[in-house]
């Protein structure tokens, strides 16, 4: 059965930064590429990043490029979002998600909330 | 960036009936290259997180009852649930994977008579 379970989470002060995991289990975590998404308190779903399966391409939203960093490490299982210069448009629910061979989201984690407030 | 219109917003439907929801982007989501179109459907019943109902515009993921449907050409997309049943209740979101970034149209909440 395909896991992801995120975690890092937490109340950050405006500016502060953050270090989101995602561990999965269930699949061979280096063959899929990944994605987090993230969804506001009350709002929609907007697409963060994305990550080839081989770590070698990522692709951001406007909104967060040069701020939020993917990264994999798949000798520990795990897709990993550096938050730095956090704002308080930034507070949402954080979920990461499998991409399948179609690019679709297949499989997602039950998120982590991320809240940005001084 | 692309955008992505649903409409409606709100749809309310009596158990057993047909509901359909349109989804439109501000521009055509054919790839030229291998001719796909990159629409998928995702649904997020209350308290959970969301889940892959339609891929490429008409693919069911696995799992996903024969109930639901996906159609469309270039900008006009819609989703189609044959019977609704009361599992079928939650917020619907088209989005688009034709190019970065990806974008979400802005959810169907759909919900039982």
């Known amino acids: 059965e395909v896991q992801l379970l995120e975690s890092g989470g937490d109340l950050v002060q405006p500016g502060g930064s953050l270090r989101l995991s995602c561990a999965a289990s269930g699949f061979t975590f280096r063959n899929y590429a990944m994605t987090w998404v993230r969804q506001a308190p009350g709002k929609g779903l907007e697409w963060v990043s994305i990550i080839t399966a081989g770590g070698d391409y990522t692709y951001y939203s406007d909104s967060v490029r040069g701020r939020l960093t993917i990264s994999r490490d798949s000798s520990q299982n795990t897709l990993f979002l550096q938050m730095t210069s956090l704002r308080a448009d930034d507070t949402a629910i954080y979920y990461c998600?499998?991409?399948?061979?179609?690019?679709?989201?297949?499989?997602w984690g039950q998120g982590t909330l991320v809240t940005v407030s001084s | 960036e692309i955008v992505m219109t649903q409409t409606p917003l709100s749809l309310p439907v009596t158990p057993g009936e047909p509901a359909s929801i349109s989804c439109r982007s501000s521009?055509?989501?054919?790839?030229?290259?291998?001719?796909?179109?990159?629409l998928d459907w995702y649904l997020q019943k209350p308290g959970q997180s969301p889940q892959l109902l339609i891929f490429?515009?008409?693919y069911r993921a696995s799992d996903v009852p024969d109930r639901f449907s996906g159609s469309g050409s270039g900008t006009d997309f819609t989703l189609r649930i044959s019977r609704v049943e009361a599992d079928d209740v939650g917020v619907y979101y088209c989005?688009?994977?034709?190019?970065?970034?990806?974008?979400f149209g802005q959810g169907t909440n759909l919900e039982l008579k």
């Open positions: 490429t515009l008409s």
């Open positions: 989005m688009q994977r034709l190019e970065f970034p990806y974008t």
């Open positions: 521009q055509s989501l054919l790839d030229s290259n291998d001719g796909n179109t990159y």
């Open positions: 998600a499998r991409v399948t061979i179609e690019g679709a989201f297949d499989s």
